[in-house]
Every structure is written in C-alpha cells, then in structure tokens.
C-alpha cells in the first residue's frame, strides 16, 4: 500500500489591514499572490515551477468570496492560470470578505466588527457561502468545485451538513493544531474520514514533544514544520500504513516582505529548501504517491489515530530555526 501525499495551496488575497484601518490601507489583490521580485513571481509561480519540476500535480484551495470586493477577474485569472498547468483547482471560503457586501462597509466596524469564522454563521449562511464560492467557479469557467476547505480550518458539523445540501463530498477543513473544532468526532490527524457522507482529509497532525504527560500537536506545513520533521512524519505514516498525509502552503510563504509595498520582497530561502525537499522526497520514494483528493475513488475511510510523532529534539531544531528566519528579512 502506498501513502498518497497532497500537497495542498490555500490561494488568497490579504484583507492588507483594512479592517483595522479603513481610511489608510486597502485589500492586496494579485501582488500577495505572485509576490514579484525582480519581475519574477517568486510566490504562485515559484510554487508552480517546483511542483511541475518534480511531476506533481497541486491541489490548490482557490479562495472565492474575494469577488465582493475585488470582482471576478483578479482572482478567477489566477484560478484558471492554475488549472491551465494542470493542477487541481478547489474551493476555499473566507468569510470575512462578505463584509464588502456592505456599501458602508467602514462605517460599520465599530458596532458590527467583522468575523472569519465560518462556525459562527447558521446553516443556512453557510449554504449561502458555499453557493456563492459554487457560483464563482462557474463565472471563472472553471469545473465546479468538488472539494471545500474552510478558512482558518474552523469547522463544525453544521458545516459538513450545509456541503451536504450543497452537493459537495469532500473536505480538507481540519488541522487540530490549528483550530480545534468543537466536536469530538472531528478531533481528526490523519488519513481520511467520513463525517456523515462528506469524505474529510485533515492536515495531518502529529506530536512533537511531551510536556507532563501532555501531547503537544503540530499541524504540517511548510512554514512550520523542519524538513526533517515532515521527512520523519512521512516515513512513519508509510510504515504504519496511513492513507493519506496532507501538507498545507501558501504562495506568500516562499519571500519575505519588508512592510514597504514600494520594495520588492525578499526570498525565504528556508520555506524553500523545505519545498523542494518535499517534492524530491515523494517523487523517489515508491511508497509515496502525489495526489490530488478530488480524483480519488468512492473507497472505505481510513482513519487514523494521532500516533504519528517526531522526536523532540527535531521540534526544537525547528523552533530555533523558524526565530531566526522570521526574524531576518533575508537577501
């Protein structure tokens, strides 16, 4: 049996500090997505360069409901640049931007502040964003969206029963250590899961040290997690036999901006070595496959428990490393 390794993008513009300062600052369209340097796009187009480099193909969670303030056009060209290289193009939801849907939308930030967390809309609400992200993709010309991954991975049931209505039978809506959901039967790590009919592929969690008899969890992503810890996950979810292992990008991760728009950013070279290993890693390795969770047939679940560890020496490798990373802007 192999283990299939999704490597995952979640693809969205920046709010750019608007809801904080309304009159000073504005969202940040395309440029947080190519993040250019040198007329480069050092974000999406690096990250698209190096998954074709190694025949991967990218399962990117393409966020939908910028158009309220942005349109369509700024992010459905994007949408279909993806699809066009032959990646695999998802819906992801950040409610926050249905904010825009208010003409007075800044005269309202002081009674009626702004919220991401799609957990605190009604069913019904979460139906409508689902809609609005379907309609979206069609308006981009795009195959409608078969797999949704929520913004922040904040998740309830209720969301899983608004795809449902939606016709919607995939997710990849939770990292434990990122959002802790609510339900205990969502308290997921790894594999893949059914959660009444919706198939759920969680950004694998695991444990990277003890404290007191307390696990402490980690959820994998690029930015942070070492590669000899993703290295020593995956190998422990090829030998005990685990499905599925789910990593979480985004573009933006791979520069370094220097807070002046007018200033190209700089390469973080960390992020990228962590990238590039990756992929070389699971194109070697025959017990690994890319894929992509939306060409996957109707097969069992395969659940797994929260078993997959690193040891902690490697977790506080990478917190020294990730301090000075982020603490230096870099050349």
């Known amino acids: 049996m192999t283990t299939r390794v999704h490597i995952t993008v979640d693809t969205e513009f920046s709010i750019g500090g608007a809801f904080a300062d309304p009159q000073g600052r504005r969202p940040i369209g395309p440029p947080s997505v190519y993040c250019e340097r040198h007329g480069r ?5 690096y990250l698209l360069e190096t998954l074709e480099q190694y025949g991967i193909r990218g399962t990117f969670f393409v966020e ?15 949408a279909r640049e993806i699809a066009a290289r032959g990646h695999d193009v998802q819906l992801h939801l950040h409610p ?7 003409p007075n939308w800044s ?22 964003l689902i809609r609005m992200g379907q309609d979206t993709f069609t ?17 309830g049931l209720g969301v899983y029963a608004a795809m449902r209505r939606c016709g919607m039978g995939i997710a990849s809506n939770i990292g434990l250590a990122i959002y802790r959901p609510r339900e205990p039967e969502l308290h997921l790590f790894a594999g893949h899961h059914d959660i009444d009919g919706i198939r759920e592929f969680p950004v694998t969690t695991y444990t990277d040290f003890c404290l007191r008899g307390e696990r402490h969890y ?7 997690c070492s590669w000899p810890e993703t290295r020593t996950v995956l190998k422990k979810a090829r030998e005990q036999g ?75 490798g990478r917190i020294l490393v990730n301090r000075l990373n982020h603490a230096s802007v870099g050349v």
């Open 41 to 45: 796009s050092e974000g999406l187009g």
């Open 64 to 78: 939908a409901l910028n158009t309220c303030y942005f349109g369509d056009e700024l992010m459905g060209g994007i």
């Open 96 to 102: 926050c931007w249905t904010y825009f849907e208010q």
């Open 107 to 128: 005269q309202q930030l002081q009674t009626n502040p702004p919220n991401d967390d799609i957990t605190r809309r009604s069913e019904d609400e979460q139906v409508r």
């Open 139 to 155: 308006r981009w010309g795009l195959p409608a969206p078969t797999v949704l991954r929520t913004g922040g991975l904040k998740v």
């Open 218 to 224: 980690k959820t994998l992503t690029i930015t942070g």
């Open 242 to 316: 685990v499905s599925d292992v789910v990593v979480l990008t985004h573009p933006f991760e791979f520069v370094k901006h220097r807070g002046d728009a007018a200033r190209s950013p700089t390469l973080d070279r960390v992020n990228r070595h962590r990238l590039k290993r990756l992929c070389k890693f699971v194109a070697e390795q025959p017990a690994l496959e890319a894929a992509c969770m939306s060409t996957l047939g109707n097969e069992p679940a395969a659940p797994h428990d929260d078993t997959l560890d690193v040891p902690a020496y490697r977790a506080l």
